[in-house]
């Protein structure tokens, strides 16, 4: 990538700034963040390139050069990422670049199938803002999720694997021959074979002012946004599985202290995580049976309002940021109108298909959806584990029965 060392003028009232900010995080990216709210000599130098007006945001590049409040497409092009595919039809297209999607596209690349990645986000997924992966085969030590990303993204780009960033499918058309992907800018491309890995997305509480403050206080993913809060007194995570805990321990390394809200009466983390984390009582406090009710502030969160399901108290916790983790909703709107999908929206595939009911014209292959010709892996498919590893075994699996697919077309 061009450019890795930028400066973002912004506020944190500011909604582009806080999309902008998404967007460079996603793309791991890596940016310094300025509050001109807090700093006189960043607010006159936002007004001096903007002709006197005050703009946000403003981000300036190495070279010098700036964008004002950009869309994702202007800084997708700035940034060098490949918008536009070279050809109009392929062998197979993958919708999502994570760890299913990736791997897919490597085993089937490597078979001389054409292939196309189309991602909308960041490259490696949810993967590649988790701060440490510990449980990867092959890795003793560990590896970050950067690093994963970029290993595995090198690696698919090494077999031939054409790859667009930052642009977003809007729905696909399905023929008897081909399958047809048609991309939000208006663009479409043509394929014998869809693979749909386009993961879940983190579940939201739904309380009271929560819409308000995310990315102005709420954050999704700590390793993209807790570096924000250097030296906060006080950070709050909220869940109580292997995400929340794993989060709030990395938390621990710009927060003074972390609060862990627990909804349950204990933790469902694996219990190599909850003994890390219950051996530092001294950063991190838990509070069991809790719940959120409120969210507060005034253009940034200031506190959240808890409230204990036993004893019905009321608290009112001051805290610099909030990290939600209490799991996830499957991204699969796109389809839920062309494929069967089970009642929480996870996309069913093979087995689930030819033995739970679903009434089928045909029996699916292994990681095939009720569509022929479209297959699914990852978080996005019934009954995944919503673990690395797993996502990667489902990716091969999927590239397996989309050769097998292709051989018989």
């Not at 560990?142 to 780009?157: I, N, Y």
């Not at 989060?247 to 927060?255: Q, R, S, V, Y």
């Amino acid at each position: 990538m061009s450019h890795t060392n930028l400066t973002v003028y912004g506020a944190h009232w500011c909604p582009d700034c806080r999309r902008a900010k998404k967007f460079l995080g996603e793309q791991l990216v890596h940016f310094d963040w300025v509050d001109i709210e807090k700093d006189a000599d960043a607010r006159a130098y936002v007004e001096k390139v903007n002709q006197g007006k005050r703009i946000i945001p403003t981000i300036v590049f190495a070279d010098g050069s700036f964008l004002v409040e950009p869309s994702n497409a202007q800084l997708a092009q700035k940034l060098g990422l490949q918008a536009k595919a070279k050809m109009q039809f392929y062998d197979l297209i993958v919708i999502g670049a994570g760890p299913a999607g990736l791997t897919t596209a490597i085993y089937a690349a490597r078979e001389g199938i054409e292939t196309l990645v189309i991602e909308r986000s960041g490259l490696g997924g949810q993967a590649s803002i988790t701060g440490a992966i510990d449980n990867f085969p092959g890795f003793p030590e560990g590896l970050s999720g950067a690093e994963f990303a970029e290993r595995v993204t090198a690696q698919a780009r090494r077999f031939g694997v054409e790859i667009l960033q930052a642009q977003e499918v809007e729905r696909i058309e399905a023929t008897d021959d081909y399958r047809i992907v048609h991309l939000r800018d208006a663009s479409l491309y043509c394929a014998r074979a869809v693979l749909l890995a386009t993961g879940a997305t983190y579940r939201k509480l739904n309380a009271r002012g929560e819409d308000d403050f995310i990315g102005a206080g709420i954050h999704f993913c700590a390793t993209c946004d807790g570096p924000f809060y250097k030296d906060a007194a006080q950070i709050v995570v909220i869940g109580g599985g292997n995400s929340a805990v794993e989060e709030a321990l990395f938390l621990t390394k710009f927060a003074k202290r972390v609060t862990l809200i627990v909804r349950g009466e204990k933790l469902t983390a694996s219990q190599f995580a909850q003994e890390k984390i219950l051996a530092q009582p001294d950063t991190i406090e838990i509070k069991f049976n809790t719940s959120v009710t409120e969210f507060r502030g005034k253009g940034k969160l200031r506190s959240i309002v808890i409230q204990n399901a036993k004893t019905n108290a009321v608290e009112e916790l001051h805290s610099a940021a909030v990290f939600i983790f209490i799991g996830q909703v499957p991204n699969s709107q796109l389809v839920r109108d062309l494929v069967a999908c089970d009642e929480w929206g996870y996309v069913k595939t093979g087995h689930d298909l030819a033995h739970h009911g679903e009434r089928v014209a045909r029996v699916p292959a292994f990681m095939e959806t009720s569509a022929r010709g479209i297959f699914a892996a990852g978080d996005v498919r019934a009954g995944s584990t919503k673990q690395v590893a797993s996502a990667v075994g489902e990716g091969a699996s999927a590239a397996i029965s989309i050769r097998e697919f292709l051989k018989g077309e």
